[in-house]
């Protein structure tokens, strides 16, 4: 599949109409009439699991952190996808239903999650659930899913080397984000040396790991330098010391929640800024820019697939949208964004298989095309990851990225051979 093949003029129509639209006339008629609804697609046929589902409503759940260091980036997402899920049921909801949701607080806490996410699975028997930001999160409720045959929409740029029927990741796995991030930098930069840093967690480190193959056997490049620090670490000194000594083309930042604010603050505090280092990271976008302040990360490069600044008129009216529910000083980050699409993409999954059922959703997500995202346009792959671009932004004093570079559609590959 090419990406000249997938994009074309008419598919480009704003969001505002699609919200008002729906992929198919027959869901037009339901939209319009709930009896209709009720009519065509029956409660006993489109829901045969026991699931949430009555005849005029459908209940989903959302787990995320809305307390604890994660809040940081997990608000965006709430924010997101309860935003999705009031244009989705303005235009009728899904299959005439309109949508209810039960929010959980995951609290930053690993076994919480999976407590919260059994919770929702066998005591309030979702149709789906929207959530999760960590990995180590995600490794906790995963076993939960497939023991009860859940439906998990997770949002956030990983490590891949995962791939399930009961997750959707409309996020990027790792060869989307972090191989065609170092490739452009160490073309840019001509960097040849990094010093690697991150959060003490799964992501982190295997990210790691695939950023070191990459840099050692393709780019043939040095790693100088390894670190790694707890959840909400907040005393940067001797690594920067450290850094310092080590004189690296590029520092690779993958450090996540309130950390980052500590971090970056302490390294312009150091002297470590823009005009004299290169900073790349993969974990901060506009949500973290929020708390960390655009002057203390002034000139450094986040590699992302979505920023605020695209433009282009889905991600226009999304943003609209968005600061119009959450006000004009709000911000929309890469996860936000991708949380975006979850409601999204579950409801395109329902109405193609006509069915809540957790096993159709399943098999029908494949090839769902979302022209309408904000980043451009998604298609959900047969792996259960979505075709996307990978875009490098540079950050302004201002807490916006200037995009600098833009790849074609990447097709997702949660088991890159020679990076396991």
Not at 61 to 80: D, F, R, V
Not at 86 to 108: F, H, M, P, T, W
Not at 262 to 276: N, R
Request: hydrophobic fraction near 40%.
């Amino acid at each position: 599949m090419k990406p000249t093949t997938i994009i074309t003029a008419p598919e480009r129509i704003p969001l505002r109409r699609f919200l008002i639209a729906s992929t198919a006339a027959i869901t037009l008629a339901l939209q319009s009439s709930p009896s209709l609804a009720g009519e065509a697609y029956p409660t006993a046929k489109v829901n045969t699991t026991g699931l949430a589902v009555t005849d005029d409503t459908v209940t989903v759940g959302q787990l995320h952190s809305a307390t604890g260091t994660m809040a940081i980036s997990e608000t965006g997402s709430i924010q997101a996808e309860q935003l999705a899920i009031d244009q989705i049921n303005a235009s009728g909801g899904v299959l005439g239903r309109k949508i209810k949701v039960i929010v959980e607080d995951g609290a930053s806490d690993w076994p919480t999650f999976a407590e919260k996410a059994k919770k929702l699975l066998v005591n309030d028997k979702v149709a789906s659930v929207f959530g999760c930001w960590t990995s180590a999160s995600r490794k906790a409720v995963l076993p939960v899913f497939e023991k009860e045959n859940g439906m998990l929409y997770y949002p956030t740029f990983y490590e891949g080397l995962e791939q399930s029927k009961n997750v959707i990741y409309t996020g990027q796995e790792a060869t989307q984000q972090i191989l065609a991030g170092l490739d452009w930098i160490a073309k840019e930069k001509k960097a040849k040396s990094f010093y690697l840093i991150g959060s003490d967690y799964i992501w982190p480190r295997t990210s790691s790991k695939i950023a070191r193959k990459h840099i050692e056997n393709v780019l043939k490049g040095t790693v100088v330098g390894e670190e790694y620090y707890a959840l909400g670490h907040t005393q940067f000194g001797s690594l920067i010391n450290k850094i310092k000594l080590k004189k690296p083309d590029v520092i690779y930042a993958i450090i996540v929640g309130g950390s980052n604010v500590s971090f970056y603050k302490q390294l312009k505090a150091a002297g470590i800024t823009s005009d004299k280092w290169t900073v790349l990271t993969i974990s901060v976008t506009e949500d973290e820019v929020l708390g960390i302040g655009g002057e203390n990360l002034a000139g450094f490069y986040s590699s992302m697939k979505y920023f605020q600044s695209l433009d282009n008129p889905n991600n226009k009216a999304f943003v609209e949208a968005f600061k119009s529910k959450y006000g004009a000083k709000s911000v929309i980050g890469d996860v936000t964004q991708a949380g975006y699409l979850g409601p999204w993409l579950w409801k395109l999954a329902v109405e193609k298989a006509g069915s809540f059922d957790i096993d159709k959703i399943a098999a029908a997500s494949p090839g769902i095309e979302f022209t309408q995202a904000p980043e451009g346009y998604v298609k959900v792959h047969p792996n259960h990851h979505l075709w996307s671009k990978l875009r490098i932004g540079q950050w302004g004093v201002e807490g916006q990225a200037k995009v600098l570079y833009e790849s074609g559609l990447i097709e997702p590959d949660p088991f890159p051979k020679g990076y396991q």
